[in-house]
């Protein structure tokens, strides 16, 4: 009997834990998946802290998909190296010197990265004057610039404009209630501008927007509220989007120096909207280092690639080289077969100055458009060349496995002048 009794009640017990079980499990399944979700999208996945941000401030409006997984990057605002997850809109950040509080996951400083130069050169970035509404004398004078038009309600009172005495710019209009509503400072930081019609890299259309140390807002009047206001795709414009792949060469560094860099800061730059990585580059022999190597090897492991973006530029390279072949870029694939690529002063590479008359300093083949121009530290002004190389459709489903460069100054252009510069290669996939 006691037995019986025994049984009986393990036979409930064993009821009621299956119960339970059934009941809780979907909960703690549930619970277990948002510690780690999967975007079919964009093919990648956000983890731990980076999800917990991104679902409490904002989710997909905000941060749009990702577009890379979490990988250790070097922020290029100050040199340190964070755990690092690209975002179409934004790139989000982990800072364990912060853990504990809640800036242990930041945003990155996307809109002065996009902008560093256009903080100091252009108009509309200059400090606006305090307790002005709106510059409108340089909205319809200068160039770059057109009349504002008020965003929605023209009666807006002035305390409702805000003037940043951090940055100089005001902030008003829809902006200004967009910027409070969704997380003012901590999310988006300071207006680095005065709001401006500008081209949406993403789809060639004008639209009125403001950048912010963190953001660029865009207001779309084709749009129902709350979507006629949006954030700028940021992270595509400097990343990229999941379509293409940054092959670093920072490990070559020992080559060259960041001076041929032209005063672009190391980090990842949108350029043509190509995203590359630069740093420091890695040179050819010359006659300044004879040492350099004349043979450049970069490790590439890419598969199912449509085109290769190579930046690059030439030195030492006078008008007595015109025409010659100074060298050359070898796609090679795992089949054993290659893509060869000859390097031609004048036609698809030349010299990195664009204000020496005795360098060759014109291109012509349409394979070739400048990414970046700029100024070296004793004011030289030079550029940054974009050379594409389509893959032929046979090598498609081929690995690319390695990319070389051939320095073949010394055999065909008589000495070891010129010499190539390989800043930067990024690989777009096929679609």
């Not at 077969?337 to 004048?346: E, H």
């Not at 010299?351 to 394979?367: F, L």
Request: net charge neutral.
């Amino acid at each position: 009997m006691n037995m019986r009794r025994r049984l009986r009640g393990f036979g409930i017990l064993t009821v009621l834990v299956l119960v339970l079980s059934i009941a809780y499990s979907p909960l703690t399944s549930t619970l277990a998946a948002e510690s780690s979700r999967f975007f079919p999208e964009t093919g990648h996945t956000v983890s731990g802290k980076f999800l917990d941000y991104w679902n409490n401030n904002g989710g997909l409006a905000t941060y749009g998909y990702p577009i890379t997984d979490a990988q250790m990057e070097t922020d290029p605002e100050t040199g340190k190296t964070f755990l690092t997850q690209w975002f179409e809109r934004h790139r989000l950040e982990l800072h364990p010197e912060n853990a504990g509080t809640k800036y242990e996951v930041l945003a990155g400083l996307l809109g002065k990265e996009i902008n560093r130069t256009k903080l100091t050169t252009e108009p509309g970035f200059q400090k606006a004057t305090l307790g002005k509404e709106i510059n409108r004398t340089k909205l319809t004078t200068e160039p770059g610039f057109q009349k504002a038009t008020q965003l929605y309600d023209p009666a807006f009172s002035k305390d409702q404009q805000w003037y940043f005495t951090e940055t100089g710019h005001n902030l008003g209009f829809g902006f200004l209630k967009y910027w409070q509503d969704n997380g003012g400072l901590e999310r988006f930081g300071y207006p680095i501008s005065e709001y401006r019609r500008e081209l949406d890299p993403e789809t060639g259309k004008p639209f009125m927007m403001q950048w912010f140390e963190r953001a660029r807002f865009e207001y779309h009047p084709e749009n129902q509220k709350p979507y006629d206001i949006l954030l700028g795709l940021l992270g595509k414009q400097i990343k990229g989007s999941n379509s293409t792949k940054i092959i670093s060469l920072q490990s070559n560094s020992q080559f060259s120096s960041p001076e041929t860099n032209l005063g672009l800061p190391p980090g990842v730059h949108s350029m043509l909207n190509i995203p590359f990585e630069t740093g420091w580059s890695v040179a050819t022999q010359n006659s300044d280092h004879p040492n350099y190597p004349t043979l450049i090897t970069v490790e590439a492991n890419i598969t199912r690639a449509q085109s290769i973006f190579v930046l690059l530029q030439a030195g030492w390279a006078l008008k007595i080289y015109e025409g010659k072949k100074i060298g050359s870029i070898s796609l090679n694939f795992s089949s054993g077969k290659n893509v060869l690529v000859p390097l031609v002063l004048g036609m698809n590479i030349r010299d990195w100055s664009r204000n020496n008359p005795e360098a060759v300093n014109t291109i012509s083949s349409p394979t070739v458009r400048e990414g970046w121009r700029g100024v070296d530290s004793v004011g030289n002004v030079g550029g940054m060349d974009i050379l594409t190389i389509e893959i032929p459709a046979e090598y498609n489903s081929a690995t690319i496995t390695t990319i070389q460069v051939l320095d073949e100054s010394f055999t065909e252009a008589g000495s070891i002048n010129p010499c190539i510069h390989l800043l930067a290669i990024t690989a777009k996939y096929l679609s």
